[in-house]
């Protein structure tokens, strides 16, 4: 994960920045140690205190916008994606992505430009956060089945992971940061 273009960080359960990569040092220094909520801008403190509680009592994938500073002290736009961390079943921490929205687009031409309608829905189930299961028996279909068209998107648009295509999705415009 070190070497991800996306800024990707870990909180511990005491909201603490435990590790950052590269590309969020770069963006917004080296916050190891500090609380998380120290960066926000005062007024989504709370919005940023909200997600975090949801994950470290075990709920799922959120993806937001909220405005924070950066290395310099500049106040910028991020869409976060985060997650539980768990290890042994327990919530540990957090482990999220922090895209500036400014980066958050997508050139013309892009691969999700050609998703059928069923790639475009199974993209939407992704972002909410639903397991293969779940997404199986909101498409009405069979595990195995909701696999292969998991599966027929991210060929499609070349991407490696689920959350690798959620965030495509979202600076493509596809996703809504409001979907959770």
Known sequence: MEDLAAPAYLIDKDGRFCWLNRACI??????????FVDHVVPEHRQRGRT????KVVG?????????????SGERIT???TSAPLRQNGKVVGVFGLAVPVAQATVPAGSALDDLTPRQQEVLRLLAEGLE??????RLGVADET????????????????????VLMGLRHGLVSPDTT
């Open 146 to 165: 909701a696999r292969n068209h998991i599966r027929a998107l991210l060929r499609a648009t070349g991407a490696h992971s689920r959350l690798e295509v």
């Open 59 to 71: 709920n799922s994938t959120t993806i937001f916008d909220i405005d924070v500073l950066d290395g």
């Open 78 to 80: 991020i869409r976060v």
């Open 132 to 137: 293969t299961p779940e997404i199986a028996k």
């Open 26 to 35: 770069e963006t917004f220094g080296d916050l190891r140690g500090q609380s």
């Open 51 to 54: 997600n975090y509680a949801r």
